[in-house]
C-alpha cells in the first residue's frame, strides 16, 4: 500500500460534458417511437385498453422506483458517509428531480386505474355483495374486499398516494437545496452540515420505508385483495436500491468518458459501487425466497394460490428466468473482483440487473388479472409490456439527463472530497 498523500486537484469544468444532450434526444426518440407502438398495439389488442393501463403500470413503477430510489439512497449515503457516496450525489440528485414527471405518470393510474376501477376489483366492484351475486367476483375476492374496505376505496388511494407525493417531494426539494447551499458557502462549518443533513436523512429514511410499503400495498399488491404480505413492501424497498445503483453505476460510466468524472471515478470506487450491487444482489434474493419459503412451506390455503397464479399456466418458466436474471447471473459475474473493476463488463452486468427488475415487476403485475392468472399466453396486447414500459423509461431518462446538466457533477464543500482526491492505493 503506498503510504503518499499527494492530493490531486479538481478538473477545471465540473459541469456534465456535452454529450449528455445527445443521450437525451436519444431517450426522447426512443421514447416516441415507443410510445407510438404501444398505442398502436393498444388499438389492435381490443381489449378495452386493459393491457395498456397495465402496462403503464408497469412503466410507472420503474419511473418511481429511480427517482425516490435515488433519494433514499442518497439520504442513506448522508448517514453512512464514505466517498463512493460523493461520486453519485449529484446523478442521485437528478433523479430526485424527475419527481413531477413520475408524479404526471401517476394520474392515469390514479384515474383510470382507481377511480374508473380498470386496474382495481376493489374500486370497481366497490359494492361487493351486488358483484358476488352476479357472479363477477369469487367468495374470497367479495370477503377481503369488504374486510379491507376502510384501507381499499378510492378517496384513501388518492389521499394516501398524494400525500406521499407530497412529502416526498418536500424531502427531494430540501435534500437538493441545502446540497447547493453547502457548495455556495465560503468557509463550510462542517458538523453543522453534517448534522444538518444526518437529522433529515434519518428520519426521512425511515419515514420514506413506512411510506413505500403503504404505495407498494395500494399500487400493486392491491390488484390482488386477497394477498397479503408483511414483507413485501421491504422487498420494494430492497429492489429500488437494487435498480438504482445499477442505473447509477451506468451513468457513471457513461460520464467517465469525459472530465470531470474521467479523473474521479477511478477503479477504486468503481469497485466499491460493484460490492454494494453484489450486496443488494444477495439480500434482494434472500427476502424473495425467504418469503417464497416460508409460504410454500406453510401451504396455507389464503397465502398459497397468489404463488399458483404465478408459477401454474407456464408462469413457473417465468420465474424461473426471473431467478436467473435476478440472482443467478448477477451473482456469478460480481464474485468476481476483476470484473467489477471493467467498465464494459460492470455495465453489462448493471443492465441485465436493471432488465431483471423490469421482468420480475412483470410477473408481479400480470398475474393478478383473470385472464393472466396461471395462464401465460401470447397476446397482442402482452406486447405492450415489451413497449409501453420502455417508452414511460425513456421519457424518464431524458428528463433525468436534463437535470443532470444544471448542476456540476461533484460537490465541492463536501468533506469526502479530500478523501477523493487522494492517490488510489486500495485494491480491496
Not at 70 to 84: I, N, P, R
Not at 255 to 284: I, V, W, Y
Not at 317 to 340: E, Q, R, Y
Not at 383 to 394: D, K, N, Q, R
Request: proline letters at 4%; glycine letters at 6%; a positive charge.
Amino acid at each position: 500500500m503506498a503510504n503518499g498523500y499527494h492530493a490531486k486537484t479538481l478538473p477545471k469544468d465540473l459541469n456534465a460534458p456535452a454529450f449528455v444532450d445527445v443521450w437525451r434526444t436519444r431517450a426522447l426518440t426512443v421514447g416516441v417511437v415507443f410510445l407510438v407502438i404501444a398505442i398502436i398495439l393498444g388499438f389492435l389488442s381490443g381489449d378495452a385498453w386493459n393491457h395498456f393501463l397495465r402496462a403503464w403500470l408497469h412503466g410507472y413503477m420503474m419511473c418511481f422506483n429511480f427517482c425516490f430510489g435515488a433519494m433514499v439512497l442518497l439520504m442513506v449515503q448522508y448517514l453512512s458517509g464514505g466517498k463512493w457516496g460523493l461520486i453519485i450525489r449529484r446523478p442521485l440528485e437528478a433523479m430526485t428531480r424527475t419527481w413531477p414527471l413520475v408524479l404526471l405518470l401517476f394520474l392515469p393510474v390514479g384515474i383510470f386505474g382507481a377511480s374508473f376501477g380498470k386496474l382495481y376489483i376493489w374500486a370497481k366492484y366497490a359494492d361487493w355483495a351486488k358483484a358476488l351475486k352476479n357472479g363477477l367476483i369469487t367468495n374470497e375476492q367479495a370477503h377481503a374486499i369488504h374486510f379491507k374496505h376502510g384501507i381499499l376505496n378510492v378517496t384513501s388511494f388518492w389521499v394516501y398516494s398524494l400525500l406521499t407525493f407530497a412529502i416526498l417531494a418536500l424531502y427531494v426539494t430540501l435534500l437538493n437545496k441545502w446540497s447547493l447551499k453547502r457548495d455556495a458557502d465560503p468557509e463550510p462549518n462542517v458538523p453543522y452540515w453534517r448534522t444538518k443533513f444526518e437529522n433529515l436523512s434519518g428520519f426521512g429514511t425511515l419515514l420514506y420505508a413506512i411510506l413505500l410499503f403503504g404505495v407498494a400495498i395500494y399500487w400493486v399488491m392491491s390488484l390482488d385483495p386477497t394477498w397479503y404480505s408483511t414483507v413485501y413492501g421491504f422487498q420494494f424497498l430492497v429492489a429500488e436500491g437494487y435498480g438504482v445503483l445499477a442505473l447509477s453505476i451506468l451513468t457513471l460510466i457513461g460520464l467517465s468518458r469525459a472530465e470531470p468524472m474521467k479523473t474521479m471515478f477511478r477503479g477504486t470506487e468503481q469497485h466499491d459501487m460493484g460490492k454494494l450491487c453484489f450486496a443488494f444482489t444477495m439480500l434482494n434474493m434472500y427476502l424473495a425466497f425467504a418469503s417464497f419459503l416460508i409460504i410454500w412451506s406453510g401451504n396455507s390455503p389464503e397465502e398459497i394460490p397468489w404463488y399458483l397464479d404465478r408459477i401454474r399456466g407456464n408462469w413457473g418458466v417465468i420465474a424461473t428466468l426471473d431467478v436467473i436474471f435476478h440472482w443467478l447471473i448477477p451473482f456469478t459475474l460480481l464474485l468476481s473482483s476483476g470484473l467489477k473493476r471493467i467498465k464494459k463488463r460492470l455495465a453489462v452486468v448493471c443492465c441485465i440487473m436493471i432488465f431483471a427488475r423490469a421482468w420480475d415487476l412483470w410477473w408481479l403485475i400480470e398475474p393478478n388479472f383473470p385472464d393472466a392468472r396461471r395462464n401465460l399466453h401470447f397476446s397482442v396486447g402482452m406486447l405492450e409490456y415489451a413497449t409501453l414500459p420502455v417508452a414511460l423509461v425513456a421519457f424518464w431518462l431524458a428528463y433525468f439527463f436534463t437535470q443532470l446538466k444544471q448542476r456540476p457533477l461533484i460537490a465541492t464543500n463536501d468533506p469526502h472530497l479530500v478523501e477523493l482526491l487522494e492517490p488510489e492505493h486500495a485494491h480491496a
